[in-house]
């Protein structure tokens, strides 16, 4: 909905060309947010600049090798074990650097080819198909509110409001759980896009293989368990869900201004999931770059008291999705 069009990928219904469900039932949003946001703040809101992308993904890579070391070097559970935790983050994050090339917010202009090249190096620390998390998360906008067509919500969210179920996303079981969502959203893709699914599938596994084979050739299998199989299986799934419960779970379906969670986040917040809490403000302008999205959220807060969308937080997020058992897609309140 920003005043640029979105990146048309040219995999047919997910191309990010602002069709489907979301844009069939958002009513007067568009006018909403122009009025919200100037149109001279938010041409600036959408300026983007490569080296500030670079140098955010320079700093991660830094912290994924960096931590990946201390596993390796120190047996010392108090300190490879906060390491570990933080790593687990960090994998996330190039999730969410992902994310960014493929709403073509890393350049001033298309760039095909080296928006490719980042996509797959972004994908390949958590071992996620790029070309399906695209077409996934393309998908996503078009048809955000559909309880059937948007791929996280038909495939990925619980389908039984189980405090068990939900507990199994914070543990190795959500890549089953993934898998299987991936699995079934493909069936509906074109045969070419799923081979080339299938290919960075495979070189992802041959590249942790090789990490792993690396580790224990230089240090030792209890290495790999400290800088791999933890980080990993262990804390990653854990941010991921966290990240994800701020994204849609608690959401005022009257108002599709509301469709999204409002997580204003802090500074440390924002450092550790790379801005991803502003996750609705995202949805509303699609080709923000991450970096920019704070200055976004602040412009949008007298927009959200004006309609009572409150801000929430993760530890409220989570008492209301543990212990509360609030069922997903839903209003909380």
């Known amino acids: 909905m920003s005043n640029e069009p ?26 909403r947010l122009k009025l919200a946001v100037p149109t ?32 390796v070097r120190y047996d010392n559970p108090w300190i490879w074990l906060p390491a570990a935790a933080l790593q687990g983050i960090v994998v996330l994050s190039f999730i969410i650097l992902l994310h960014d090339v493929i709403h073509g917010t890393v350049f001033q202009h298309r760039r095909a080819g080296w928006d490719r090249a980042l996509s797959l190096l972004y994908a390949a620390p958590s071992a996620i198909a790029a070309s399906q998390f695209k077409r996934w998360h393309l998908d996503h906008h078009d048809e ?20 068990w179920l939900k507990f199994l996303y914070m543990t190795p079981g959500l890549f089953v759980i993934y898998a299987k969502a991936a699995a079934t959203a493909a069936k509906r893709y074109p045969p070419e896009l799923r081979r080339v699914i299938a290919l960075e599938r495979l070189g992802n ?18 290495a790999v368990v400290r800088a791999w199989l933890v980080p990993i299986f262990g804390f990653f799934p854990a941010a991921f869900t966290v990240n994800r ?18 997580v204003d986040g802090n500074p440390v917040l924002n450092f550790l999931f790379l801005q991803s809490n502003h996750h609705i403000e995202h949805h509303y302008f699609p080709r923000v770059p991450l970096y920019r999205l704070p200055a976004l959220n602040h412009r949008l807060r007298p927009f959200w008291d004006g309609i009572g969308h409150p801000s929430r937080s993760y530890p409220r997020l989570l008492w209301k999705w543990f212990v509360e058992n609030r069922a997903p897609h839903t209003n909380w309140d």
């Open 6 to 31: 979105a990146p048309h990928d040219g995999d047919g219904a997910g191309d990010g060309a602002g069709r489907g469900y979301y844009k069939d039932h958002m009513g007067d949003l568009a006018h």
């Open 40 to 71: 001279d703040v938010l041409r600036e809101l959408h300026h983007r600049s490569a080296l500030r992308h670079g140098l955010i993904a320079a700093r991660q890579f830094a912290m994924l090798f960096g931590l990946g070391w201390v596993c």
């Open 144 to 163: 955000l509110g559909s309880a059937t067509e948007d791929p996280k919500r038909a495939h990925l969210s619980p389908k039984r409001n189980a405090r």
């Open 205 to 222: 596994v041959v590249l942790h293989l090789s990490v792993i084979a690396a580790i224990w050739h230089f240090a030792d299998g209890a």
């Open 245 to 262: 419960l701020g994204q849609h779970y608690w959401v005022d379906k009257t108002d599709p201004a509301k469709w999204g969670t409002r």
